[in-house]
């Protein structure tokens, strides 16, 4: 497991949540991440950072403007929660998927969800999902013909990168990477915040996720993007 990244994400969402008194999750973009993926054949590591450097200041002179408050305003509420929706979709079908493959093994978490899930009183002092992760691991401890490989986890050592800037690889990466955060994953993580009641302060969260692009651009990380972190995340 790599940490390189993870420690910004959290760093900011400590900040940025105990602020505002709001549940603000940061993380870094996997979109993101994929999105440069195919660059990294015909660019440097070092090019495609100044490529994020330039997306982070972007992002950050976007909070300043104002803008983005206004631009949120204008996107339909349906539309956002639709892509909260497509993000969210996969998990739903990959997991009755995974029940047909393993009905025991991964039947019985769920069930055992299902059923913390009706006692609500109970629930809210034992969370559903935790009754399942114990679940999962009973079941891998004690049925038969199941075997759990050794984890391994090591703490990464994150790398200064120096940074060099290219107009081809800045013109190929950084709109979609602007688009992909400002208007597709950010409004979602807006979207669910207003949807449980919350006034999240939209132009100072993308002021700090610029900050979090360009210190994570350093680090080889992907743009900083902030996430809905009511009952988990959508990023």
Same mark, same amino acid.
């Given at each position: 497991?790599?940490?390189?990244?993870?420690?910004?994400?959290?760093?900011?969402?400590?900040?940025?949540?105990?602020?505002?008194?709001?549940?603000?999750?940061?993380?870094?973009?996997?979109?993101?991440?994929?999105?440069?993926?195919?660059?990294?054949?015909?660019?440097?590591?070092?090019?495609?950072?100044?490529?994020?450097?330039?997306?982070?200041?972007?992002?950050?002179?976007?909070?300043?403007?104002?803008?983005?408050?206004?631009?949120?305003?204008?996107?339909?509420?349906?539309?956002? +929660? =639709?892509?909260?929706?497509?993000?969210?979709?996969? !998990?739903?079908?990959?997991?009755? *998927?995974?029940? $047909?493959?393993?009905? #025991?093994?991964?039947?019985?978490?769920?069930?055992?969800?299902?059923?913390?899930?009706?006692?609500?009183?109970?629930?809210?002092?034992?969370?559903?999902?935790?009754?399942?992760?114990?679940?999962?691991?009973?079941?891998?401890?004690?049925?038969?013909?199941?075997?759990?490989?050794?984890?391994?986890?090591? +703490? =990464?050592?994150?790398?200064?990168?120096?940074?060099? !800037?290219?107009?081809?690889?800045? *013109?190929?990466? $950084?709109?979609?990477? #602007?688009?992909?955060?400002?208007?597709?994953?950010?409004?979602?993580?807006?979207?669910?915040?207003?949807?449980?009641?919350?006034?999240?302060?939209?132009?100072?969260?993308?002021?700090?996720?610029?900050?979090?692009?360009?210190?994570?651009?350093?680090?080889?990380?992907?743009?900083?993007?902030?996430?809905?972190?009511?009952?988990?995340?959508?990023?």
């Amino acid at each position: 497991m790599d940490f390189r990244h993870i420690w910004n994400g959290g760093l900011l969402t400590l900040i940025v949540s105990l602020y505002y008194g709001q549940p603000i999750g940061y993380a870094f973009s996997i979109p993101g991440a994929i999105l440069v993926g195919s660059s990294l054949t015909h660019y440097s590591f070092n090019q495609v950072v100044g490529a994020y450097i330039i997306t982070g200041i972007l992002i950050f002179l976007l909070g300043l403007s104002g803008h983005v408050t206004k631009l949120m305003k204008v996107l339909p509420m349906p539309v956002m +929660m =639709g892509m909260v929706s497509g993000v969210l979709l996969p !998990f739903g079908t990959e997991m009755i *998927g995974s029940v $047909v493959k393993n009905p #025991l093994l991964n039947g019985i978490p769920l069930l055992v969800f299902f059923a913390l899930s009706f006692f609500l009183p109970f629930s809210k002092k034992f969370p559903p999902r935790l009754g399942a992760v114990i679940a999962a691991i009973l079941c891998l401890k004690f049925l038969p013909n199941v075997s759990a490989q050794p984890l391994h986890i090591t +703490m =990464g050592i994150p790398h200064f990168i120096i940074p060099s !800037f290219s107009f081809s690889v800045v *013109g190929e990466l $950084v709109i979609p990477l #602007l688009l992909t955060v400002i208007a597709i994953q950010n409004a979602q993580g807006i979207a669910m915040l207003e949807t449980h009641g919350y006034r999240p302060p939209i132009n100072a969260m993308t002021n700090w996720s610029g900050i979090g692009t360009i210190i994570n651009a350093f680090f080889w990380g992907p743009p900083s993007l902030y996430c809905r972190s009511h009952d988990g995340l959508t990023c």
